[in-house]
Each structure stands twice: as C-alpha cells, then as structure tokens.
C-alpha cells in the first residue's frame, strides 16, 4: 500500500542539510526507507546543495584544524561501527524494519517495557536533550488509551498499521501530532504493530483515571 502521510518540506530540507535533532532525524531517515517520492526529493535537495557549496568561497583553516578533525573521528570510531553493523541477530519482527533503527537497537534487540496489556515499549538513546524517542508496539486488535500530547509527536509506522479517529495508517506514514489532538491508536485486527515515535513531552491520558496515571508516564530523552 502506498505510503500516504509524508514529513513536510522544511523538515526535509533540514535532514537533507544535517539540520534535525537526532531523534527527528531517525523518524526522516525510517520513512524514506519506505518512500520512494521523497527519497527522489531528498537526492534532489542533496544534489542542489552540493551546486550551491561550489559558490561559496573557501576560509582558510587554523593550523590545528586537521588534528582536530581527526581526533573527533577517532573519538567516534565505536559508534560508526555500530550504526554500520547493527545488532547482527535480532527478532523476527524486527528483521525487515529499516536498517538504521535496526542499528541503533541493543544486540540483543529491543528491551520492551510493559505499558498495558496491549503496549509495550523501547526507548532508544540518540544523544537526544529535547526529544525522546521509542519503539511502541501494539498487539493485533490493541487499543492504547486516549491521550492528548503536551508537545509534538512523530509517529513512523514501521510494521502492520494502525487506525485512530482521524483514519487508517500503514508502514511509512510520517504521523505527526501536536498539544490539543486527542486521539486513541488501534492496532488491526490481523497483525500487530510496530511503530518509532519520536516526542518532545510526555503524553497526557484523558478519562476518568487520568489524574491517577499521568504521573506514572516518564519522559527522559537521551
């Protein structure tokens, strides 16, 4: 099924430049996996930007700044390495999710946390301090609450799909949501679904308990 919902022109832009926090960057990088329309944009942006770089004049660099770089590259060997190879065994779920939150998984694949009897979660550090950014999963036919957000949220579908008041969405729509829009994801009736969201706040649940559960949701971006 074509993919339906895409992040919009200034947020590629910005991931074509390297100007997306981590996180956010992630959520960009899981929906090209899936979408060939911005994929073809995204080379396009990345074409023009390499034309304008040959405009701009050149500035000389301080003695030290070769020593610098190096030093940094050093520094990041370890990590590179795991961005490239990934976990090499992991779920069977998880084996067709795209490769770059693949690598970002322990060795041993997501370590899922208990949210209900329908959700679970994985949280997943980027070196983030604004956004936090997890894998949820929700079994087939699965309800999560009704909730409100109190900042933005990202939403990837990486597997199955889910439905919410406001329609159906299936692998690689680019869901976004911000304070004020209530809503209460379902999962389909035939496949569970496994889903990267990226939010910048804690959701807020709405109903009768509320008051007695919101204080249970952490958020710790990292």
């Known amino acids: 099924m074509a993919v339906r919902l895409h992040p919009d022109a200034d947020q590629l832009v910005d991931y074509s430049s390297g100007g997306l926090s981590p996180a956010l960057c992630v959520s960009v990088s899981a929906h090209l996996h899936f979408c060939d329309a911005c994929r073809l944009r995204n080379d396009q942006l990345a074409e023009i930007g390499g034309v304008l770089l040959e405009?701009?004049?050149?500035?000389?660099?301080?003695?030290?700044?070769?020593?610098?770089?190096?030093?940094?590259?050093?520094?990041?060997?370890?990590?590179?390495?795991?961005?490239?190879?990934?976990?090499?065994?992991?779920?069977?779920?998880?084996?067709?999710?795209?490769?770059?939150?693949?690598?970002?998984?322990?060795?041993t694949g997501p370590r899922w946390r208990f949210l209900s009897p329908s959700l679970r979660v994985s949280k997943i550090p980027v070196g983030e301090t604004r956004y936090e950014l997890s894998l949820h999963k929700i079994k087939a036919g699965g309800k999560t609450p009704d909730h409100?957000?109190?900042?933005?949220?990202?939403?990837?579908?990486?597997?199955?799909?889910?439905?919410?008041?406001?329609?159906?969405?299936?692998?690689?729509?680019?869901?976004?949501?911000?304070?004020?829009?209530?809503?209460?994801?379902?999962?389909?009736?035939?496949?569970?679904?496994?889903?990267?969201?990226?939010?910048?706040?804690?959701?807020?649940?709405?109903?009768?308990?509320?008051?007695?559960?919101?204080?249970?949701?952490?958020?710790?971006?990292?």
């Open 55 to 107: 405009d701009v004049n050149p500035e000389l660099l301080g003695e030290c700044a070769l020593d610098e770089v190096l030093s940094k590259l050093d520094e990041n060997t370890d990590i590179a390495s795991k961005v490239v190879t990934g976990p090499q065994d992991v779920e069977p779920e998880l084996a067709k999710l795209p490769q770059m939150v693949r690598s970002l998984l322990p060795d």
């Open 148 to 222: 409100d957000h109190n900042g933005l949220e990202v939403t990837v579908v990486l597997q199955g799909s889910f439905s919410d008041e406001s329609g159906v969405y299936n692998e690689g729509d680019f869901i976004v949501r911000r304070p004020g829009e209530i809503h209460k994801p379902i999962a389909s009736q035939h496949e569970e679904c496994i889903s990267l969201s990226v939010e910048e706040a804690p959701i807020r649940l709405v109903g009768p308990v509320s008051r007695f559960l919101n204080p249970f949701f952490s958020f710790n971006p990292q």
